[in-house]
């Protein structure tokens, strides 16, 4: 058991029982962000430290900043379920998860509010700085779980975030005209956008088919990259930006 918080920006340590051994090489390579989707923050706290849950987090941001890590940073918490992040399966194997207070879609979508989005930054900064994360692997629950999640949703700054030095972004290209492919079509175009997607990171199968999947991965991407628009259709936006984030990892 760990005898304080690992960042000195936690006001204080609130042990979850709901952890175990990272599998695999132990050091955490990622950063997941998520909202609580719960109406309080004290019910989200509740249910992070309820070992009936089975769900937890290495941090909690609250609306006014506080910070209360539940996770030890070496120790594998629940929070990213099944999900996949460039050929990865085991993402809460390879991640530290923050949860950030806010109900989410369900409670209407409100906008975090300036101390919290602060405190945010500063934390992930924190966590940076000791863990080897590149920005790219700085993600939203949505982008390795398209299927299943939607947070921390449209309304998270990530722009804010990248220019406080935290994660990857390029401004998105403006929207224009409708979709490139439509529910269902196949051929080798809908496979290079698949091929695309994949090797930013999503885990997406090559069918060369424009199916469920992979309309979940484009929402999921344009609700992190392209929030003005999310309807799961790849329209020239939102490959624009996609080329261009990848273009940017290839110089940097």
């Given amino acids: 058991m760990t005898s304080g918080p690992d960042s000195p920006l936690a006001a204080a340590f609130l042990p979850s029982p709901n952890f175990g051994e990272r599998r695999g ?8 962000l998520h909202y609580t989707g719960m109406p309080t923050g004290e019910a989200a706290l509740a249910l992070l ?8 987090a290495h941090y909690l941001v609250w609306e006014d900043g506080r910070i209360v890590q539940l996770v030890a940073e070496r120790d594998r918490a629940w929070h990213a379920g099944k999900s996949h992040w ?14 950030i207070v806010n109900p989410g879609h369900d409670g209407g979508a409100p906008p975090y509010p300036d101390a919290q989005i602060a405190a945010t930054i500063a934390l992930c900064r924190d ?14 629950h949505s982008d390795v779980a398209p299927s299943r999640k939607r947070d921390p949703g449209e309304a998270f700054p990530w ?26 079509e196949e051929g080798p175009p809908v496979r290079a956008l698949q091929a695309l997607l994949a090797l930013y990171g999503y885990g997406l ?36 930006t996609l080329k261009a984030l990848i273009e940017g990892l290839a110089k940097s």
């Fill in 25 to 32: 090489p132990g050091r955490p390579n990622a950063l997941i």
């Fill in 49 to 56: 430290v309820d070992p009936a849950s089975q769900v937890s």
């Fill in 86 to 99: 460039k050929g990865e399966s085991d993402l809460n194997s390879v991640s530290i998860g923050i949860e």
């Fill in 127 to 140: 966590i940076l700085s000791r863990w080897t994360i590149p920005p790219q692997r700085v993600l939203a």
């Fill in 159 to 184: 722009a804010r975030l990248h220019a406080g030095g935290v994660g990857h972004w390029v401004a998105p290209a403006p929207l224009s005209g409708g979709p490139l492919f439509r529910a269902g």
């Fill in 205 to 240: 199968e090559l069918s060369g088919v424009y199916d469920r999947n992979t309309r979940a991965v484009v929402a999921a991407f344009q609700r992190h990259f392209r929030p003005e628009r999310i309807d799961g259709e790849a329209d020239a936006s939102t490959v624009a």
